[in-house]
């Protein structure tokens, strides 16, 4: 099927009527036709006919890029180039966002279009009432055949090409292998919910290649024990592993988008206690809406759209405020998902809150516990699954994955369980709790429960691997790691924070975005204007523009683990302070307090911090820079010796100074 709404050879493009051409563009658009959009068509046809008399190759209108959910005005095959034009027709400006617009789609060619990958990509914004523009072909410093975006009126479209073409060296594109290439995109998370929100399938936006398994599979996996369930009035939980990015959540997203409908008995929830992640989601799903039936024609308020979206991504902690209204009725869902089940409330935790925020003095149950019983409440079937993150747990009460499973031990003896084949792996903590799995005559052990490939990190699969190592302080299997690394997903480090944000800028293109992250613990890094007690809004941090100060871009406000996990950028800065200290008997653990630094002595404690550096440094899709201060020998919070073993370790293991 052809991702483009018309597609023909140049040659038969230029013969063509553009009532035909018309005919064939309003044939495959399922909006209501503006006519402002015909218009569009008409003007840009007769533009290309006009230009392309000289040239031999393929035309392509309205083509989808699924993962962004949007579509590229026209691409072109000619020679050994792809072209990516962008037309603003009746614009005078080249405006910030339209220059993104078009490198976006450029970028999203090369990284996720296997036939894309090592040719020449030419993007081209076409301002039509421009008085002149720029149409010099020339490479960016990341030497991957990318062009940076030419900007140009209507008149000027021809020489582009020809000076485009020029410049590039190659074998003329096959338009028919061209076109065969398999999209193997890897969506941020939040890319991702648009995009399965909006009737895309988990397949349209994924990788599928053999490095990976399918998340396709892994739905398929829990869609089969949903609906066995169902047909033998059974009660089920999975517990689906993954390493950090792997796209855990996106499972979630994708079982909850599929059982959408609340008429349906198969209707589910996608519940996190993660507020960052349900308040960014939300407000990116509710935006969206809000532009889509903009662009229809229709007309959504903002609260409408909300009020809908809170439905598919709810708190686990409203969820189960909701249940406690009722203690014997049973929720509306009988398919709940958990994201980082590892991080709910041990039974301490949740009795100290209920007995002081909700006035329930005689609660007495774990988190997990409690959320099992409620989908126990229903007398036919029901299943829970649990999206579980190895080394995840950051905050005081957070009972990892062992209370789940002592919960289903304990109180549940008749629910079937599905575990992934590496619940066992050190990193979740339940080996010994698991063994006590066995005398159940409930439990399957299911290999497609488990996702062991970074999708999030696309560039290299073997960013998760090298952080742990280098947690793990094995310096010499992470230098081994980070030659797998190095040539495709760049790290780097560096003393100084103003090298690092130059780094960050230089690396970004179009609209991918970059930020600075650190630990909660790291407060002595206000000498560097980084203060991570410093309010800041996660909505806007991931959500709005290069013009907003209070977005990421603008490299001021920062973000801490707890604003962060679950969600990605595509360029980090690590800001590394003196509260996870590498020493040669091992980690430091410290917080600050008053003025000066104290030993983090509690074991549960020195795991938050240890997973939060974890989580800080597993968040960038395609490179980062870590930062380590010099110190001052002047200010006793900031001596050097604090830092400089630290980065000395990293130096140690290759990492490359800037």
Not at 215 to 239: G, N, Y
Not at 437 to 452: E, F, G, T
Not at 635 to 654: A, M, S, V
Request: charged share 25%; proline share 3%; with cysteine.
């Amino acid at each position: 099927m052809s991702r483009a709404y018309y597609t023909d050879s140049i040659a038969n493009f230029i013969k063509a009527k553009s009532e035909e051409i018309i005919g064939k563009l309003t044939m495959s658009n399922v909006f209501n036709l503006e006519q402002s959009q015909r218009d569009a068509w008409v003007e840009e046809i007769a533009i290309l006919q006009s230009v392309l008399t000289e040239h031999t190759g393929s035309v392509y209108f309205e083509y989808s890029i699924p993962r962004m959910g949007k579509r590229i005005d026209v691409v072109l095959l000619i020679g050994p180039v792809i072209f990516v034009l962008e037309f603003k027709i009746g614009e005078h400006v080249f405006t910030s966002y339209a220059t993104d617009q078009v490198w976006d789609y450029a970028l999203d060619l090369k990284n996720f279009h296997e036939t894309s990958h090592n040719v020449y990509i030419s993007p081209i914004l076409i301002a039509s009432k421009a008085k002149t523009g720029e149409y010099m072909a020339v490479a960016t410093p990341h030497n991957d055949k990318i062009l940076v975006p030419i900007k140009i009126n209507t008149e000027q479209l021809g020489e582009a090409i020809n000076g485009v073409l020029r410049f590039a060296k190659g074998d003329v594109i096959d338009n028919a292998n061209w076109e065969s290439g398999r999209y193997c995109p890897t969506p941020t998370i939040i890319e991702a919910a648009m995009a399965l929100y909006n009737s895309h399938s988990v397949a349209d936006i994924s990788r599928s290649d053999a490095s990976a398994i399918n998340l396709s599979q892994t739905s398929d996996a829990i869609s089969k024990i949903i609906h066995m369930s169902k047909e033998k009035s059974q009660k089920s939980i999975c517990f689906v592993t993954g390493v950090p990015g792997a796209g855990k959540t996106l499972v979630g997203l994708n079982i909850a988008t599929t059982h959408f409908d609340k008429t349906n008995e198969l209707y589910s929830v996608y519940l996190s206690g993660n507020g960052p992640l349900v308040a960014i989601l939300r407000e990116a799903l509710a935006r969206d809406k809000v532009r889509r039936s903009k662009d229809k024609g229709d007309k959504c308020k903002k609260g409408e759209a909300m009020s809908e979206v809170k439905m598919f991504v709810q708190n686990v902690h409203h969820f189960r405020d909701e249940c406690l209204i009722d203690p014997k009725a049973p929720p509306v869902e009988h398919v709940a998902l958990f994201d980082e089940a590892q991080r709910a409330w041990n039974k301490e935790q949740t009795v100290n809150f209920m007995r002081r925020k909700k006035n329930t003095p005689n609660f007495d149950s774990s988190e997990p516990e409690f959320l099992i019983s409620c989908l126990n409440r229903h007398l036919d079937w029901a299943v829970i699954v649990c999206l579980v993150g190895g080394g995840q747990e950051i905050n005081t009460g957070e009972a990892g994955i062992i209370e789940w499973i002592d919960s289903l031990n304990r109180s549940f003896p008749d629910w079937h369980v599905y575990i992934s084949s590496r619940l066992n792996d050190s990193e979740y903590g339940a080996a010994e709790v698991i063994n006590k799995l066995k005398s159940r005559i409930n439990v399957v052990d299911n290999k497609a429960l488990h996702l062991s490939v970074s999708m999030r990190s696309f560039r290299t699969e073997h960013v998760s691997l090298l952080v742990k190592q280098l947690l793990d302080r094995n310096a010499d299997d992470a230098r081994q790691t980070l030659k797998n690394v190095e040539n495709k997903y760049p790290i780097v480090i560096t003393r100084n924070l103003s090298t690092a944000k130059s780094w960050l800028k230089s690396q970004a293109r179009g609209s991918e975005r970059y930020g600075i992250v650190a630990s909660s613990q790291a407060e002595r890094l206000k000498p560097q204007a980084i203060n991570v007690k410093s309010p800041m809004d996660p909505i806007h941090w991931f959500l709005d523009g290069k013009e907003d100060v209070r977005s990421s871009y603008y490299l001021e406000d920062v973000a801490t683990e707890f604003h962060i996990q679950g969600l990605e950028l595509d360029w980090a800065c690590v800001a590394w302070d003196a509260d996870f200290r590498y020493t040669a008997a091992g980690w430091e653990h410290r917080s600050f307090c008053g003025d000066s630094w104290n030993h983090i002595r509690k074991s549960e404690r020195k795991t938050y911090l240890h997973n939060a550096y974890r989580v800080l440094l597993t968040r960038a899709r395609q490179g980062m820079v870590i930062v380590v201060p010099s110190g001052d020998e002047n200010d006793p919070t900031r001596n050097p010796k604090y830092y400089d073993p630290t980065f000395e370790y990293l130096k140690e293991i290759g990492f490359k100074i800037i």
